[in-house]
């Protein structure tokens, strides 16, 4: 009897995510940033890195959390910042491809103790998803925002088991995501 191997079919997932930002004071101090960000990351916008890792961006006008986002808008409380979609082929366990996340202006710091000057985005850093045993959203982001005459930051690093198909919150003092994973069929 012949033996006939089956091409093992890939497992394609697509996340819907929103970072957004927490209005309401926890009272949580940020701290100073100590050196120049380092978010390494493939830009959302470059295009032959994306394909090369088997990411692809899914257009705005198909992003899944509409109502999630309008009723992020209504409320005092948060303030939605970003919108991104994309759908990965065959996500790695360890580690993965991340995708940069950046949002807002760019602020001049300059570090008083070791005088390092460099420019910080009021959100900055990286997302990736992850599938071992489990799937994984893999968060490291950081926002940035003025107190007074001194910058500082608060960070949002998690990862989180996702369930497919369900919503899922991650938070911090001052920012926050949604994000929704659901398996893509061929």
């Known amino acids: 009897m012949l033996c006939l191997a089956l091409p093992v079919q890939a497992a394609t997932y697509r996340v819907d995510m929103i970072v957004f930002l927490n209005n309401i004071d926890s009272g949580e101090q940020g701290r100073k940033p100590g050196s120049a960000p380092s978010a390494q990351g ?11 890792a088997g ?3 899914v257009p705005d006008a198909d992003f899944a959390l509409n109502d999630e986002w309008q009723r992020l ?4 409380a948060f303030r939605p910042l970003i919108r991104l979609a994309w759908t990965q082929n065959d996500p790695p366990a360890e580690p993965g491809p991340a995708l940069a996340i950046r949002y807002g202006q760019p602020m001049a710091y300059q570090n008083m103790d070791s ?3 460099f420019d ?15 799937l994984h959203l893999d968060v490291d982001l950081r926002y940035a925002a003025m107190s007074g005459p001194d910058l500082v ?6 990862r989180r088991r996702m369930r497919r198909d369900e919503l899922h919150h ?13 398996r893509v069929d061929q």
């Open 42 to 52: 493939i830009d959302p916008a470059d295009t032959a890195a994306l394909s090369a």
């Open 153 to 158: 930051t608060y960070p949002l690093s998690e």
């Open 120 to 134: 910080i985005q009021p959100v900055e850093g990286t997302v990736a998803l992850l599938l071992g045993r489990y």
């Open 55 to 57: 990411i692809r961006i």
């Open 73 to 76: 808008r209504n409320s005092g």
């Open 170 to 182: 991650l938070d911090s003092a001052r920012l926050g995501v949604l994000a929704r994973v659901v």
């Open 115 to 117: 005088f390092e000057s």
